[in-house]
């Protein structure tokens, strides 16, 4: 059976005054994303026509990412937060506009995958709803799915207003739904949701109930069922941290299955868009944020931080070193411990083993980098860029001042402050005379212990 246009929907108007924040719930990040920013991701995965975001009044930081992540995204606002059906109502423009399927997702259930989103598509071929259930390792306070013969879905229940009997039943609600809105099916999803009472303990217009109003119109429901944590609902910190744990945990599944060696993985921590080629070793206690990626057959030892950087093939990493935005290492570098590289480019096969600051320039291949060397790159108001050829070799405890280039093959000495460009092949040293005083050491170490004796 072909596929029908599809258009997805968000629900993102909460508040989240659980999460004590000033930052609207969806907005709080997950390895390096919003959450509202995974949910787009997912439902784009899927190829929609179109796809709708709800939002509450007063929320252009909600709006601002969500058109970032889809800048053809439609925003809706619920004005007022009388339940799930009457957010959906929100977007009636969108889904009267639209003839095919729909659906429903929400802004803060980050961990969705589009597989499963999938399954629940393909359940659409023979019913008129699809429900996304789990079974709950606890069931209290979800919704639980009242089923009929097979898994046709009769009706979801909330917590608060279901039987004894039915609070019995573990196979519960995630929110998700998806409608085949065709004429053949339900011609008019919007008069649907419209039917939907406030009948229930909380006073508000539950998405839920039109799975029973689908029935007693002898229209089934299905059900596909997904694992507990895929569903996982954010309205806390805790339970964006327990969200953060199971992101983590698959991304470091995938890492070693795509040929990565992690030697304590729950100690590396991924962002949502981290790159890993084949034969990589990690090393404990590594950060990866947004952008990184990491070619093949490169060496990240303990305690590395990194974000918006790539690291080229064979490269050797850490310990203790800090790639920051813009850093770009060519095949076979080496960053030791304690240096940090900002916006600049290291070519093939360039080394910087001990604590260095390299911002705002270019490292030619193979030239080195002695430990102490600074790039001197703002002077209060503007960066400046240092330049380094192919083979030069800098010195320790250099401070380069820039802008300065330093040419091919050149030698920068040891302690010197470089304020003027270096040709290349020529030895450029700035230092001040060396003045010794035979027996000065003797003389002080006694003048200061009568003082201390003075004073015992």
């Known amino acids: 059976m072909s596929r029908q246009p599809l258009l997805v929907v968000v629900l993102a108007a909460g508040q989240g005054t659980r999460m004590q924040s000033a930052l609207p719930k969806v907005l709080h990040k997950i390895a390096g994303r919003s959450m509202l920013g995974h949910v787009l991701a997912t439902a784009q995965s899927l190829e929609p026509q179109a796809v709708a975001v709800v939002i ?93 013969d097979g898994d046709i879905v009769t009706a979801i229940r909330e917590d608060r207003d279901a039987t004894d009997a039915e609070r019995a039943i573990r196979i ?28 229930n303990s909380k006073g508000e217009y539950y998405l839920t109930d039109a799975i029973e109003i689908l029935a007693k119109d002898r229209m089934p429901s299905g059900v596909v069922v997904c694992d507990e944590e895929e569903v996982l609902g954010v309205n806390s910190r805790e339970q964006l941290a327990a969200a953060e744990a199971i992101f983590q945990k698959r991304a470091r599944l995938a890492a ?138 800098i010195g320790s405890n250099t401070a380069l001042v820039a802008p300065v280039t330093v040419g091919e093959g050149a030698y920068v000495g040891s302690g010197s402050v470089i304020t003027k460009n270096v040709p290349a092949g020529a030895l450029a040293l700035e230092r001040s005379s060396q003045e010794e005083r035979p027996g000065w050491a003797a003389k002080f170490r006694a003048m200061m212990a009568k003082r201390k004796a003075k004073s015992a």
Request: glycine share 14%.
């Open 56 to 148: 509450g009044p007063d929320m252009d930081d909600v709006r601002k990412e969500a058109l970032r992540q889809i800048p053809s995204a439609q925003i809706f606002v619920q004005e007022e937060r009388k339940g799930t059906a009457d957010a959906l109502l929100a977007a009636r423009d969108a889904i009267a506009a639209h003839r095919g399927e729909v659906i429903v997702l929400y802004g803060d259930t980050p961990l969705l995958t589009s597989a499963t989103l999938h399954k629940l598509q393909r359940r659409l071929e023979n019913v008129a709803a699809a429900v996304l259930g789990f079974e709950a390792a606890d069931p209290t306070g979800y919704g639980r799915l009242i089923l009929g």
């Open 172 to 199: 519960c609600n995630s929110g998700v739904l998806a409608f085949r809105a065709g004429p053949s099916q339900i011609p008019d999803l919007v008069a649907l949701l419209q039917r939907i009472g406030n009948a």
């Open 256 to 393: 070693m299955r795509g040929g990565a060696t992690l030697i304590a993985p729950e100690t590396v921590w991924f962002s949502y868009d981290t790159r890993i080629g084949r034969d990589v070793t990690i090393e404990p206690n590594v950060f990866f944020g947004p952008e990184v990626t990491v070619e093949d057959g490169v060496e990240i030892l303990a305690n590395c931080h990194f974000e918006r950087a790539r690291i080229g093939r064979g490269a050797r990493i850490g310990p203790f070193a800090r790639l920051r935005p813009g850093a770009m290492l060519g095949d076979g570098v080496h960053v030791g411990n304690f240096v940090e590289v900002k916006n600049t480019t290291l070519g093939t096969g360039a080394k910087a083993n001990h604590l260095s600051y390299l911002g705002d320039g270019t490292v030619g291949a193979g030239a080195n980098i002695g430990a102490g060397t600074i790039f001197c790159n703002y002077d209060g108001f503007f960066k400046h860029r240092t330049e380094i050829g192919e083979g030069a070799f």
